[in-house]
């Protein structure tokens, strides 16, 4: 089975603070993605990307970079946390298939104080 | 352009009972549809996907899932709910004719499955 790990369950961070979120997933896939999921709001993209180095911005991306410098894993950085940016965040992967759905990751839960 | 709607924000049903969780879609051609379930706290799980051929697709944990191309809809069920099927059922629609690499699914905002003991 494919698997993707994000690598805090929890997380409190304060307001100012650059935050590192990590996902590595095992299975080779190109294609790699960062949720955030509010009650009401569903899920809403962040940023995604389907090569090393590539990036694309998803429909909210403000306030957020990433980084991937390796096939496996796709990191997304809070330059400057704030309290808006409380939320479960979600990591992705997917094979470059048509067909193919995505594996997600346990989810990490930032809170900022 | 592509979207997925849940009109449901909630479901409640009895356990034993038989669960329809409503999708309809919306593609400029074929559709790929999926369905996934998220337990609290956790990530999504996938449950079933619709490519091609039978309407009827059967997935994890009992659920199956109806397309039904005039309707535009891909209904997930399942003939008698379990207080453990309570979770949270995300939609999810990707247009099978929009080429590229970076085609993504689009996902529902999500339908609230409580069942009664």
């Known amino acids: 089975d494919v698997k993707v790990t994000q690598s805090s369950r929890y997380l409190v961070k304060r307001t100012g603070e650059k935050v590192f979120l990590e996902c590595v997933q095992d299975m080779d896939h190109e294609n790699m993605f960062w949720y955030r999921q509010d009650p009401g709001l569903g899920l809403r993209l962040i940023y995604f990307?389907?090569?090393?180095?590539?990036?694309e911005k998803g429909d909210i991306p403000e306030g957020y970079s990433v980084s991937r410098e390796k096939k496996e894993r796709f990191s997304l950085i809070l330059e400057s946390a704030s309290t808006n940016q409380t939320s479960m965040y979600l990591c992705?992967?997917?094979?470059?298939?048509?067909?193919?759905?995505?594996?997600f990751g346990s989810g990490t839960r930032l809170t900022v104080v | 352009a592509q979207s997925v709607a849940q009109p449901e924000d909630q479901v409640n049903v009895a356990e034993g009972n038989p669960l329809t969780v409503k999708c309809t879609y919306s593609v400029s051609g074929n559709p790929y549809l999926f369905w996934y379930v998220q337990y609290p706290n956790r990530g999504l799980q996938f449950l079933l996907k619709?490519?091609?051929?039978?309407?009827l697709v059967k997935g994890s944990y009992g659920f199956e899932a109806e397309f039904n191309k005039s309707q535009t809809s891909f209904h997930l069920k399942k003939p008698s709910a379990l207080v453990s099927d309570s979770a949270l059922y995300f939609c999810a629609v990707r247009d099978k004719d929009y080429g590229g690499a970076t085609n993504k699914l689009i996902f529902g905002t999500g339908t609230l499955l409580a069942v009664q003991p």
């Open positions: 990307s389907y090569d090393v180095k590539m990036k």
């Open positions: 992705a992967s997917s094979s470059g298939g048509m067909n193919y759905g995505y594996t």
């Open positions: 619709y490519i091609t051929g039978d309407n």
